[in-house]
């Protein structure tokens, strides 16, 4: 993305006052229905006693630590950073945008639902994309640490839960 591209898609939103609450709206959402399904998950497998829950807990914390060590070791700037432009949410974080936390996040815990239970980690993999397509979109991530994020998340979640 570009700076005339980013420009291009935030003026839409500025355009339209309701488009940036909606916005908003869903990326909180997104946060919400995923760190929500995840303690829906791991209450449903502790209450039936489940011993999937264990793979349940690991992967995913081994995920989001291998992609915390990786994104802080690549370093990579934020759009706002590298481009000219105002993302339409306020941040400061310097760097460490590559992968998107938010995405990996969201794309491990529907692996995690999938291995689980199909349809609801088929429902959260919608969910991943919508976060996917809604960080470039506000300007605090490039499309390529969102699809890296998914990405990074799919390996580990076939290593994880499928592999080993």
Do not use: Q
């Not at 497998?45 to 060590?69: G, K, N, S």
């Amino acid at each position: 993305m570009n700076e005339e591209k980013y420009r291009k898609i935030s003026d839409r939103f500025g355009e339209k006052p309701y488009r940036l609450t909606v916005l908003k709206i869903l990326n909180k959402l997104t946060v919400y229905i995923g760190y929500g399904a995840y303690a829906a998950l791991l209450i449903f497998l502790a209450v039936t006693m489940d011993i999937r829950i264990i793979r349940c807990i690991a992967v995913p914390a081994v995920t989001f630590l291998l992609a915390t060590v990786v994104r802080n070791g690549i370093n990579a700037p934020r759009p706002y950073e590298k481009l000219d432009i105002t993302p339409l949410i306020p941040k400061s974080t310097k760097g460490k945008s590559f992968p998107s936390r938010h995405t990996v996040c969201i794309a491990i815990i529907a692996a995690a639902w999938l291995y689980v239970n199909i349809p609801a980690g088929l429902a959260l993999c919608a969910v991943t994309l919508i976060t996917a397509v809604i960080r470039p979109v506000m300007g605090v991530h490039f499309p390529r640490d969102t699809i890296a994020g998914i990405i990074f998340s799919a390996v580990c979640g076939v290593i994880g839960f499928v592999l080993i």
